[in-house]
């Protein structure tokens, strides 16, 4: 079984380019995380998609960037336009249930693909 | 807040010896933990998941341990590898089942096993 890919592996951008990154969840997790790690911090948490539609939004830093999930398979994150401070790797994972349980069923494991780094010049 | 520690921040080790890392959180509501490992220019890959009422889980030489009422969580490595060379992340979720929550990182440790 193929795991989360992500794709590109490493961009170089420009200052006020725009940049797409995919990622290809395992098939039939219905749910799809974005994260992302800027130098010397924490992995932080972007956007969590049910299927195609946006669950939780809260950690998207502004309207640059733009996720979208149509049909509900792959993902897309946009930047645009791009600025220095959006240096760093994004992480996609996918989970086939929600990683939040108090309940007896468990708990969602996430897996993770290796990221998309992404620098800023 | 809702905040992750993890300590140390780096650890040297040679093959064949044991370590601890440590992780103290402030999130609440508490819903579950997690260790990650994290081989460089790799994603986290799980280790453990603990929930609430679990105090300890094993997964080969990997034991996490949970006291959710200290808020902390330790990862004991046994006969460390070199292949156990990697940063080690704690991440707690916060929320409810049915409620979509979030995890919390920590900033890792990184962990260094030499021959």
């Known amino acids: 079984e193929a795991g989360v890919t992500q794709f590109p592996s490493h961009s170089v951008i420009e200052k006020g380019q725009t940049v797409t990154l995919r990622c290809d969840p395992i098939?039939?997790?219905?749910?799809l995380y974005w994260y992302r790690r800027v130098m010397g911090k924490e992995i932080k948490f972007l956007l969590h998609?049910?299927?195609?539609?946006?669950?939780?939004e809260s950690g998207m830093p502004n309207n640059r960037f733009l996720a979208e999930r149509t049909g509900g398979t792959y993902s897309t994150l946009k930047v645009q336009p791009a600025e220095l401070e959006d240096s760093g790797v994004y992480f996609c994972a996918s989970s086939h249930r929600s990683y939040v349980s108090r309940d007896r069923g468990g708990t969602g494991e996430l897996f993770f693909g290796e990221g998309s780094r992404l620098t800023v010049l | 807040k809702n905040q992750v520690e993890q300590s140390p921040q780096s650890l040297i080790i040679l093959e064949g010896k044991n370590c601890t890392l440590q992780c103290n959180y402030t999130v609440s509501p508490f819903s579950n933990l997690r260790w990650y490992k994290q081989d460089t220019g790799r994603g986290p890959v799980s280790l453990t998941i603990m929930t609430f009422s679990e105090n300890t889980k094993s997964n080969g030489r990997y034991t996490a341990t949970l006291d959710a009422d200290t808020k902390q969580s330790s990862l004991h490595i046994t006969a460390s590898q070199l292949s156990d060379s990697a940063s080690y992340i704690c991440?707690?979720?916060?929320?409810?089942?049915?409620?979509?929550?979030?995890?919390?990182f920590g900033k890792g440790t990184k962990l260094s096993v030499k021959p």
């Open positions: 998609f049910v299927k195609e539609s946006k669950q939780d």
């Open positions: 991440v707690v979720t916060g929320g409810y089942g049915g409620s979509q929550g979030n995890l919390i």
């Open positions: 098939s039939g997790h219905d749910n």
